[in-house]
Structure formats: structure tokens, C-alpha cells
């Protein structure tokens, strides 16, 4: 295992400069960088725009074991004070990309020394946009996967809430699917004092959102599980004497099958066509594609418990989603937990921040599941 010392120096180094979306250039030249000074261990291709892969060929021929680090940061202005706190105004790793890929770094570390047990070849991909539109998604239409024959899918996150140093996942949904849903609502401007004259698309607006989320709260996937709606904002009207013609609401739906999903829509999509006849109004329901559900596979939850029997399973799954997702989607994936503390700050917050002692052990407990798979 690299030294302790190499793993945070990766993590610092990394986490002052954050860099959102596809723009990460700069982070992006230092993976490339640190891969590269391992002296042609690993091949290094760039599969789709802002990522990057190092196979690693172990001589297997039988398969390969994708894991995954993401490359971009959010737009949050950073309050922790650190010594190593970002240097970009605006921008931070608030969600522990940056301890993602020192531990995938030192993974790359390990395989390129022959300290990684089991045959199989190990592809790294470093992904841009996480956080945003999914960069996963297009690093899997590359045919990335497929390059490496790639059979199967890990990735390691930070997690505050479990225990600090705590491995945990579950099999079958962990994470939700979701799409961002955005609702116009198109009336009739008019005086308040005389708003029959009008068509309030306000208040089509506002029952739209009462109607819509009672309703969807009654839906039920194959496990008994609700999906959730809600709406974080609202836009509507000019002034405040007049009824107004114009009403947007955005907000979001997630859910852990993608039948549960499409049910939500299609009833979301029904009430905007009663809301609107109701008010005299025009809606227009519009979805994101989002991201699909997150589900572990069974078998490779299983080969985890060997790995590391210390592994705790998740009682239910998180109303959160990664855009892991989708190589779960393409081959068998495993999505693991690794706990910050029960009052470590929450992820996307501007206080972030965590135990480095987190990186040895994210890194040993991937490092032991590649070697088992």
C-alpha cells in the first residue's frame, strides 16, 4: 500500500483545485500526470469528454473489474479554513471526489507494484460531472466497458452519518433513480379586483403541486416503497394586484424502479392535463432523463461480506442518487459506503470535511474486494 503520507498529499493536492462540470482541465492533468509517473504500468486512453482510464493488464484474460473516481467538485465557496482549501474561488470539493481519487490513486499505485492479490485486468476511470448531467453515462456509450471487458463494477464514497471508518451497502436498490421535473403553468393575465377575467395560473400552479404530490405519495413499487416529488421553486406573475399568467414550478423525482418512475410521471403528466382544465389554463410537464436507479448486484454484495466481514447492509435505501448508476446498468456493480462519522459535516455543505485516516481505509477495503472478485 502507498504511504499514508502520498494518499493525503494526493487528497490535498487535489482538493485545491476543484473544478465543476466538464470543465476540469486542471484536475484532469494531474491524474494523467500521477498515472503517467508510474512508467507505463497501465495504458491511458481518454474515452469521452474530460475522463480518462488506466487499464491495468494483469494477464487475467478472464474479465476486468471497473472501478470508479470522479473528477469534479461543486459550486460552493469553501468555510473550513483548511491550509488546503480551495484556491478557486466559488468552487469546492464538498462532496469527497477529491478523497475518491487519491484512494484510486493509490489503487493505480498498488496494481502498478504488484501489490494487489488476484489475476483479473483493473480499468480506473476518472469521470467528469457527477454532479451535474452524468458523465458516467457517456464514459459507458464510449465503450469503455466493453474496451477493457470489463464484467463488473465498484465504487467507493464518503459517507457522514455511519461510523467513522464503516463500510456499508445493501443489495438491490441503494440509490434512487431521479429527474429533475419542471412544470409550466400558462393562464390569463387580469386585475385581481376583477380576476374572472383572468386565468390564474398560480394558483393552477398551486394545485398542480398539492394534487400531484398527494397522488404520487400513493404510489407503491414491487417493495412497498413510495417514490418522492417535491418542488424546491417556484416562479410566478408581475406584480402583486394581478392575476398571473405565467406560473413555473421545478423540482424533483426520484424513485428505486424504474416502473415507479414512469407511473409517477405518467400521473404527474394527468394531473397537469386536470389542473388545466380546471383553471382554464395550459400546462406543459416536461422531465430530465436523469439517472436510472442504483442497484448492487446480489452476488458481488455477497463476494463483499467475504471480502470484508465487517461490511454492514444498508435496512433500506437512501433517497439520494450517483450517476454510478449507469455502469450498473451496464455490467454487475457495487457501490460502497465509507462512513465519515456519526457528526461529520453533511456532504455539499461548505464546512466538508473528514478523518484522512479515511483514505487508508477506503483504500484497503477496495483494494481487498478487487483482489476477491
Do not use: K
Not at 10 to 31: K, Q
Not at 68 to 73: G, P, V
Not at 181 to 204: F, N, T
Not at 240 to 256: I, K
Request: with cysteine; proline share 5%.
Amino acid at each position: 500500500m502507498p504511504d499514508a503520507r502520498d494518499l493525503v498529499r494526493w487528497r490535498r493536492d487535489l482538493h485545491r483545485i476543484p473544478e465543476c462540470d466538464f470543465d476540469v482541465a486542471e484536475t484532469l492533468a494531474y491524474v494523467r500526470h500521477e498515472l503517467e509517473a508510474l512508467g507505463g504500468a497501465c495504458e491511458l486512453w481518454e474515452p469521452s469528454r474530460s475522463a480518462l482510464c488506466a487499464l491495468f493488464r494483469r494477464g487475467g484474460g478472464t474479465g476486468a473489474t471497473c472501478v470508479r473516481a470522479e473528477l469534479d467538485a461543486l459550486p460552493v465557496t469553501e468555510r473550513t479554513g483548511l491550509p488546503w482549501a480551495s484556491r478557486h474561488e466559488g468552487r469546492m470539493h464538498a462532496c469527497g471526489h477529491d478523497a475518491h481519487m487519491a484512494i484510486v490513486l493509490g489503487l493505480a499505485a498498488d496494481l502498478a507494484a504488484g501489490r494487489v492479490a488476484g489475476g483479473r485486468d483493473v480499468l480506473l476511470v476518472f469521470e467528469p460531472a457527477e454532479e451535474t448531467t452524468g458523465g458516467a453515462r457517456e464514459v459507458v456509450a464510449s465503450g469503455a466497458l466493453a474496451r477493457a471487458r470489463c464484467d463488473r463494477a465498484v465504487a467507493v464514497h464518503l459517507w457522514p452519518g455511519l461510523p467513522l471508518g464503516a463500510v456499508a451497502t445493501r443489495a438491490g436498490a441503494l440509490l434512487a433513480s431521479s429527474c429533475e421535473v419542471d412544470v409550466d403553468a400558462r393562464g390569463r393575465a387580469a386585475h385581481i379586483g376583477r380576476a374572472s377575467e383572468g386565468a390564474d395560473a398560480l394558483a393552477c400552479a398551486c394545485d398542480l403541486r398539492a394534487e400531484a404530490s398527494s397522488r404520487v405519495a400513493g404510489l407503491r413499487d414491487p417493495e412497498g416503497r413510495p417514490p418522492l416529488l417535491g418542488f424546491g421553486r417556484m416562479e410566478a406573475g408581475q406584480v402583486r394586484n394581478q392575476v398571473a399568467a405565467s406560473a413555473r414550478l421545478e423540482g424533483s423525482l426520484r424513485a428505486f424502479d424504474e416502473r415507479t418512475r414512469d407511473e409517477a410521471r405518467r400521473t404527474l403528466r394527468e394531473v397537469g392535463e386536470e389542473c388545466a382544465a380546471r383553471h382554464g389554463c395550459e400546462v406543459e410537464v416536461a422531465f430530465s432523463e436523469g439517472y436510472p436507479p442504483l442497484l448492487c448486484d446480489a452476488g458481488l454484495v455477497r463476494a463483499a461480506r467475504e471480502a470484508l466481514p465487517e461490511l454492514l447492509e444498508l435496512g433500506e435505501p437512501l433517497q439520494i442518487t450517483d450517476d454510478f448508476s449507469w455502469y450498473c446498468s451496464e455490467v454487475p456493480g457495487i457501490f460502497l459506503l465509507l462512513g465519515c462519522g456519526e457528526d461529520a459535516a453533511p456532504l455539499h455543505s461548505d464546512a466538508f470535511d473528514f478523518d484522512e485516516s479515511l483514505l487508508v481505509r477506503g483504500l484497503g477495503a477496495v483494494e481487498r474486494l478487487v483482489a476477491l472478485l
